[in-house]
């Protein structure tokens, strides 16, 4: 996620360069073969507007689905947290000898209360590593050139920002060495970190420490973090169509096409100089279509490990505060900050 209020103007230049100097090279030759009156054609104005127009509706549809997926995400990790922040209530004021005939002394309740907690967030950090694994769709999973500016872009304004974070959180701090030896094995850890809490709960209901109604709501909030991780798991697993997420992509190209052929007879019109305005006006336009291609293009994975990604690690780490708080420790880690600008 994006911290500062404006993108800095070297990141941004980062960000758009290599598209500015495609269409400046590009358009610079037809701009060179029209002064040598190598080509004379001349493309009438109006429908090149009318694609103009249709371009940036599409677009504006694409863009506005994006935002859609993203913002949903970010209400579903909202869920998360609030519904962690009930478990861990539940879990500190009804882990207790209030039903039990043989009470259990301070220090085991407090190793029970640990553990469940714990277990949570062993869950979510193991749900956001799962949510990071890329899909074939996604830009780091492409070939070529593509790929290798999304890992870079990965390394320097996403999840590179927090890899040390990732390190020091790993499983292991969370699960007992038997338990997590079992549990990372399974093809969707997350979903059987769940289901041991369950068995957990289960197992503290038939030695008496929760009577029925407590074990019923606690088994009702661990209802919702499988609703909650499918909701992710859904929008991870299922794409923006292809058909609206690539067809964009070819009507801005066909857009771009045809601009200079309309756009440079009209500007060589204008005296003598009219023809080299041609090559910043033709560059700027194509440059807002092609912008306005990618933001929308990048913008709709909210899982991608990218700077406009969810901030899954700096919600893992305010949950585990707010457990590990409610467990009365002091030695706690440091919340997330944003580096350059990004939170992750």
Not at 98 to 123: C, G, S
Request: hydrophobic share 45%.
């Amino acid at each position: 996620m994006i911290t500062t209020k404006n993108i800095k103007f070297s990141t941004f230049l980062k960000m758009t360069g290599p598209y500015v100097l495609i269409l400046f090279g590009i358009f610079t030759i037809i701009t060179l073969l029209y002064y040598f009156e190598i080509i004379h054609v001349a493309i009438p104005w109006l429908p090149i507007s009318i694609i103009a127009t249709a371009v940036a509706f599409y677009v504006g549809f694409k863009n506005n689905q994006s935002y859609d997926r993203m913002w949903e995400a970010r209400k579903i990790w909202g869920g998360i947290v609030n519904e962690s922040r009930s478990l861990g209530m539940m879990i500190d004021g009804y882990i207790s000898n209030d039903f039990v005939q043989t009470p259990f002394d301070t220090n085991e309740l407090q190793k029970i209360k640990q553990r469940l907690m714990y277990r949570h967030i062993a869950w979510l950090y193991a749900h956001r590593s799962q949510l990071l694994i890329p899909t074939s769709w996604e830009h780091v999973s492409q070939g070529g050139k593509e790929a290798r500016y999304a890992k870079e872009f990965q390394e320097k304004y996403g999840v590179g920002l927090v890899a040390d974070e990732v390190t020091q959180n790993g499983l292991h701090h969370f699960l007992p060495p038997e338990e997590h030896d079992r549990l990372i094995n399974h093809v969707n850890t997350a979903t059987q970190i769940i289901n041991e809490q369950s068995r957990d709960l289960s197992q503290l209901r038939a030695r008496g420490m929760l009577d029925d109604f407590r074990h019923m709501q606690m088994m009702d909030v661990l209802r919702s973090f499988y609703t909650l991780q499918g909701k992710n798991e859904r929008i991870k697993k299922f794409p923006l169509p292809r058909q609206y997420a690539n067809i964009s992509r070819y009507f801005v190209g066909i857009f771009i096409f045809l601009l200079p052929f309309g756009l440079i007879p009209e500007l060589m019109k204008i005296e003598d100089y009219g023809i080299w305005l041609a090559i910043p006006i033709t560059v700027l336009v194509g440059w807002v279509y092609v912008m306005m291609e990618v933001v929308g293009d990048y913008s709709e994975n909210p899982f991608s490990g990218m700077a406009q990604d969810i901030p899954m690690m700096s919600l893992c780490r305010i949950i585990e505060i707010d457990l590990r708080e409610m467990l009365g420790e002091t030695d706690l880690p440091s919340p997330i900050q944003s580096v350059d600008g990004v939170l992750m």
